[in-house]
């Protein structure tokens, strides 16, 4: 862990060469952007270490922030349900945000919280843990749920849709930053839609048959890997 306070984001806050379980600990008091003042708590990874697909979406949102656990709310439900759809064993799952911070937006005491998109420095904040999580994990598979998810681990220049449903070599994709450690040869990543997306679509039965057939890619790479 850097001893330097002028370390910018959350690099200081991270311990060096820890488990998962260690790392999940110490972003508890991860002051690394300001989105910690609001949020009511960190919201890190869950699944295990030998995880062989990793899913990284954007940040918690309103559920995930009370509850400290990522995509357990509306959105983690269709998750969980397309994962099911694709055949893939949840117990070979890692699930996180780019961002573990809940970032909103709040008319007054007591009204809805609104999620607002984290903005490129709060991802660039928060992405030492996320790297860390990789350093643990190093999977078969990475897909990223949602634009900023997707140029967080593939570059600001990456478009969804343009790319989406097709498999990249990880991290050794042009488009991947440098800082994200080597994996196993032969590992992809993918990019898709956010699960909430489909929530929002006007056609949500087309939106879920979209994401179904991108997810049912990543489970037959996982397959043949």
Not at 159 to 176: H, K, Q, Y
Request: charged share 25%.
């Amino acid at each position: 862990m850097a001893d330097d306070d002028t370390t910018p984001g959350a690099a200081r806050f991270v311990p060096n060469g820890a488990d998962l379980d260690e790392l999940r600990d110490a972003a508890r008091g991860c002051r690394g952007c300001h989105l910690y003042r609001n949020a009511t708590q960190t919201v890190f990874g869950r699944g295990l270490a030998h995880a062989r697909l990793v899913l990284v979406g954007e940040q918690p949102g309103d559920v995930e922030d009370l509850r400290g656990l990522p995509f357990v709310g509306p959105a983690g439900v269709l998750l969980r349900r397309a994962v099911d759809d694709v055949d893939i064993d949840v117990g070979q799952l890692y699930i996180t945000n780019a961002v573990k911070h809940f970032k909103f937006s709040q008319a007054g005491r007591g009204k809805r919280r609104i999620h607002q998109t984290p903005d490129r420095i709060e991802i660039i904040a928060c992405r030492p843990w996320l790297v860390a999580e990789f350093a643990q994990l190093r999977p078969r598979g990475v897909v990223a749920l949602g634009a900023t998810a997707a140029q967080a681990l593939l570059g600001a220049d990456f478009r969804v849709t343009r790319s989406r449903g097709r498999l990249m070599p990880w991290p050794a994709s042009a488009a991947a930053p440098a800082d994200f450690p080597h994996t196993d040869d032969g590992a992809f990543i993918m990019a898709t839609l956010h699960p909430s997306a489909i929530l929002r679509a006007d056609d949500r039965e087309e939106a879920y048959a979209g994401f179904v057939a991108d997810l049912a890619v990543a489970a037959q790479a996982l397959k043949v890997s």
